[in-house]
């Protein structure tokens, strides 16, 4: 169906639908990304960040636009979201632009929930998440701390103490929203 819901008003599994096919390319971008940070190319990972944002915005209004998407979409989306801000995370890290004790943190913490909604599956107790209002703050800061830290570094420029708020407001804002997501897991909510 063109609104990507299916004959009872469940979503379809269409994989080739024009928002799939934007974060499948934006997934894509991954590899590419770790590459450019990797190989000193910090301006070009900038760019190719603030282009899988705009992908992502793009996908996103794509699936609103059609009838709020398919599942095959729903569960690329996030994943798409997540191995290039975690992959971002490490790969920074492990070039000196950010703190190991960050990239640790932000992995440790997507690694928890992951890990906690796999377990609870398990034992037969499925978990709808939903994003969290500090989560969604945690995401923002995520993506500004990244895309600073490669526009600072790609051009050589300076900003230490907005470097260093930022890094300390992931921080907070990622201990916060693991911490929300397993309270509300352990209250069965």
């Known amino acids: 169906m063109p609104d990507g819901t299916g004959v009872n008003g469940t979503r379809s599994t269409a994989l080739l639908t024009l928002p799939n096919v934007i974060t499948f390319a934006r997934l894509c971008m991954v590899p590419l990304a770790v590459w450019f940070v990797l190989e000193h190319g910090l ?18 209004w794509l699936a609103r636009r059609n009838g709020g998407g398919n599942s095959v979409g729903a569960l690329l989306d996030p994943v798409a979201d997540k191995a290039l801000l975690v992959s971002m995370y490490v790969t920074l890290a492990a070039v000196n632009e950010l703190p ?48 600073l830290t490669l526009l600072l570094a790609g051009y050589g420029l300076q900003a230490p103490l907005a470097k260093l708020l930022l890094i300390w407001v992931v921080g907070a804002t990622t201990l916060a929203s693991g911490a929300a997501y397993v309270w509300k897991a352990a209250r069965g909510r």
């Not at 301006?43 to 996103?60: Q, R, T, Y």
């Not at 004790?101 to 998440?129: H, Y």
């Open 43 to 60: 301006i070009e990972a900038f760019f190719l960040f603030v282009a899988a944002g705009l992908s992502d915005a793009l996908d996103g």
């Open 100 to 147: 190991d004790w960050l990239a640790i943190l932000v992995v440790f913490r997507d690694l928890v929930i992951v890990g906690g909604v796999i377990v609870l599956s398990v034992l037969g107790m499925p978990v709808a998440i939903r994003p969290l209002y500090v989560s969604k703050l945690n995401t923002a800061a995520q993506i500004v701390l990244v895309a």
